[in-house]
């Protein structure tokens, strides 16, 4: 069972949150997430992709604070699933030292960048902010080990697709996973640029 394989902090909130057992898509992505390969993880709503997005970032940090910089990066469309996501988080972290920060257009980037450089483990960001933050050198990517999408057919709009593909260029070394319900054309296109050598798991 895939809960059981992970950080042992994570296993005690199911516990509390009396999550006891995965759903189909989580039995068949969390496990392959964490082999640390690139993943394209379709599946329809309410069948567990956000919760796996949270565990598999909580696993892969081992639930714990290192330094400044974020190790893990979650890309959302917009300010509303920003905040809604960091309310998720909020849940299986608040027992453990990680730092959630959230970021988006209607904080001012001054504010953005100083707060996140006082030390952040996740970043949870819209579009918007994310490329603000990261052409006015914002955020450090020297740590990345996980970067995540979000329903990810947002990025079929022009700006999400190039604000991704313009990071991605920069980071040399990361696992990349993609939350969507399908896999439209352009969004298999990223096996060219980041997302080479990439599963995809559904359900």
């Not at 608040?94 to 960048?113: F, G, P, T």
């Not at 914002?138 to 990025?155: R, V, W």
């Not at 313009?166 to 990223?190: D, T």
Request: a positive charge; proline letters at 3%.
């Amino acid at each position: 069972m895939p809960f059981k394989k992970l950080n042992s902090n994570i296993k005690e909130r199911l516990e509390f949150l009396k999550i006891t057992a995965p759903t189909k898509f989580q039995s068949s992505s969390i496990p392959v997430i964490k082999s640390g390969v690139n993943v394209y993880c379709t599946a329809s709503k309410n069948s567990g992709k956000t919760t796996t997005l949270i565990l598999t970032t909580l696993h892969k940090l081992k639930c714990e604070a290192v330094g400044s910089a974020p190790r893990a990066f979650v890309l959302v469309e917009n300010k509303e699933r920003a905040l809604e996501l960091y309310d998720l988080f909020s849940i299986y972290t608040r027992y453990n030292s990680l730092r959630v920060y959230v970021a988006h257009e209607q904080i001012h980037i001054d504010l953005q960048k100083s707060e996140i450089f006082e030390g952040i483990d996740i970043l949870i960001a819209s579009t918007e902010s994310m490329n603000k933050l990261f052409l006015l050198n914002g955020i450090s990517i020297s740590s990345i080990k996980l970067f995540s999408i979000d329903d990810a057919e947002f990025l079929l709009k022009r700006s999400g697709y190039a604000t991704l593909l313009s990071m991605s260029q920069s980071i040399k070394k990361c696992q990349f996973v993609l939350y969507s319900e399908k896999i439209p054309p352009k969004l298999r296109g990223l096996d060219s640029y980041f997302m080479e050598h990439s599963r995809t798991v559904s359900s």
